[in-house]
């Protein structure tokens, strides 16, 4: 068959790939002039960056991309699993390395914290036990086919239902495995991962831990932009055929199915389409005249971020590739998020990928990508609040490394929600399409899949099973399977 994508996101690049090892003709457009889309990355004086995505994890989803093509993964894409996940930082001096090997972990926990060890491990286990009763599930399979829920496994998974925490949040699952407030905070940031409020997403959110400390947190050697270099090469020599900086301006509709797309003048036809793009502007200014699933388009949006790109002339050994520092009150933190504000003692985040790879700062110096959560784009005044957050940003960081920050900024880049939506067509900014704070949240993306458009398919974070690098990737498997399966 002809298929047409739209879109060289992540899942854009992994369902060409996986498009063409099955015979087909696979042709993406692209608006930019650079595939990869958040996953790309730019260089300033001196100091090399990644964009977007900065942790990695589930590297076996884009090895299976290379084992489908015939081809050895360790012959194109390297990677290294960390043996620290990530350096916290509190005010009160607090500091903790979260240590990849589990009993590590747990002893810091107990020598920094004052906790028994055995906590760490239930709530580890804990995430263990959900991932591997429903994650296979619920990830790697459509929630929008019969046949999903008609299986065996799905079965027994429905029948333990009580104990997934599905009807708590996950602040209350963390409080009651954990207890002690500090790692409670630690573990409840990982409702960030799909940008989502650890007071009000479901306790089943608690799996997400499991894929740091027990399947592991690793660094693609170049950096995260390798991912997608290694993808968009295989996808290349697999014949794909890509059209850079060639937006698609609508999807071509005959007789109730997915015919071909309109790029400037010329019409594409195709046999299959699958759109990459932000699920809703793929129906606003894709399909203008078809009916919206409005319900679906109107769900909660994800938060977004706001990012200094920042060359430092300075090496602090106390810091890793991943680094946060918590705000004081992170219950008011994500209070404020959610009415579209920003808390003025933020979270920050900061990733220094110079830690893995020297190469991406001169000599002596370091590359900071510097991350605090914002509300998605409605209509905030940027620049004011920009201009307040670089402040804060910079006295929270200095307070607590004990330096002047501001003296040993040498260079600064910013993307904040604007930008983002921008340069990435994400919906108001919004990092992974729709938040996860209501137990039905999952049900409520966008299938893989139209009901009403035969032929038409879609990949990306803003449909199911969501954002980042690894459900990126297994919505690709999933438009896979279904297509086969139609």
Known sequence: MRIGIIGAGIAGLASAVRMAVQGHEVEVFEAND????????FDLQGYRFDAGPSLFTMPQYVDDLFRLAGEDPLEHFQY???DTVCHYFWEDGTRLNAYADPTAFGKEVEDKLGVPADRVHTALSDSAYKYELTGRIFLEKSLHRLSTWTNAKVLKAMLKIPGLDLFTSMNRVNERLLQEPKLVQLFNRFATYNGSNPYKAPGLLSIIPHFEHKIGAYFPRGGMNAITQAIYDLAVRKGVTFHMGQPVDRILVENGRAAGLQVGEAQHHYDRIISNMDVFFTYKKLLPDARHPQLTLKQQKSTSALIFYWGIRHSFEELGLHNIFFSEDYKQEFALLEAGEVYEDPTVYVNISSKCEP???PEGHENWFTMINVPYDSGQDWDAIIDRAREQVIQKVGRILGVDLKSLIVC??????RSIE?????HLGALYGTSSNNRMAAFMRHANFSNRIRNLYFCGG???????IPLCLL???IVEDVMEAA
């Open 412 to 417: 600064e880049d910013i993307l904040d929600p």
């Open 80 to 82: 290294d699993r960390l």
């Open 359 to 361: 190469g991406d700062a």
């Open 422 to 426: 921008s340069k990435t067509r994400s």
């Open 475 to 477: 919505s690709a498997k």
């Open 462 to 468: 803003s449909v199911h099973p969501g954002g980042g």
């Open 34 to 41: 650079y595939p990869g889309g958040k996953l790309s990355q």
